[in-house]
């Protein structure tokens, strides 16, 4: 039975690993949970917020004339702080006024009951899933910012690596006057060139290397420069094709 219960754990385990792998689906559980606490105390809130007016109802409404000809109504339904709460949490989940609409025109009888319904639902009900949309989608918009912050830190930390690399590879080639080596030179650095580049998580094939070497000479007379090596270095790590330099 152990055993039974450690497969149904770990098949829990892949199904959070599955939501991991799609990106999208990630950043909205994220964005849920990263809400959760903002989601609490907007809960807090709006509990304070129904108490208070509960207790308005009651103060007010909730005691009419013996007169009215809606008097039992309001009172049932806001005579006491408990039954106020409920009713305005009716309201709050699902807006709907037909009951009181269909009650002897108690809203026309009472117009400012009519006036804190209608702003109760606007603020209450409308403004609450608006601010909970606003949390949620600000909580998705910092974990994206965040990640895209984290992937531009990561490539910058790429780029020093491969220039400093590139730098200190260079340095072992055999340079003229100019500071330029010839490439020559460089195609026996290729294999030493493609190491540096996969340890930094840069995917290349040989036909790569020999494309940077090929695109390395911009001016064309027929050495390279440190700038040169090191550039071409670069735009091959950033998927920017030879070619295209």
């Not at 799609?22 to 959760?36: D, H, N, S, T, V």
């Not at 690596?161 to 080596?181: K, M």
């Amino acid at each position: 039975a152990t055993i039974f219960r450690i497969l149904r754990l770990l098949r829990i385990l892949r199904i959070f690993r599955i939501v991991r792998s799609l990106k999208q689906l990630y950043l909205i559980a994220f964005g849920f949970g990263e809400a959760a606490r903002a989601i609490i105390w907007v809960t807090v809130f709006m509990g304070f917020a129904l108490y208070v007016c509960s207790v308005i109802m009651a103060r007010t409404v909730g005691r009419p004339e013996h007169n009215d000809p809606n008097h039992d109504f309001l009172v049932e339904h806001f005579g006491s702080v408990i039954h106020s709460m409920f009713n305005l949490f009716i309201l709050m989940a699902a807006p709907d006024l037909r009951k009181y609409q269909e009650q002897n025109d108690v809203l026309w009888h009472h117009p400012g009951l009519l006036a804190f319904l209608c702003c109760y639902i606007l603020f209450g009900s409308f403004g609450l899933i608006a601010l909970l949309t606003g949390v949620i989608s600000e909580s998705m918009f910092e974990k994206n910012h965040l990640r895209r912050e984290l992937a531009l830190l990561d490539k910058e930390h790429t780029r020093q690596h491969l220039v400093q690399n590139c730098n200190t590879l260079f340095d072992t080639l055999e340079t003229n006057s100019e500071g330029e080596a010839d490439l020559e030179d460089i195609e026996d650095l290729l294999p030493m060139l493609g190491d540096i580049m996969r340890e930094q998580g840069v995917e290349c094939t040989q036909k790569d290397l020999e494309n940077i070497v090929e695109y390395m000479d911009t001016d064309h007379n027929g050495s390279v420069s440190r700038p040169e090596f090191t550039h071409a270095v670069l735009f091959q790590a950033e998927g920017v094709r030879p070619l295209s330099m």
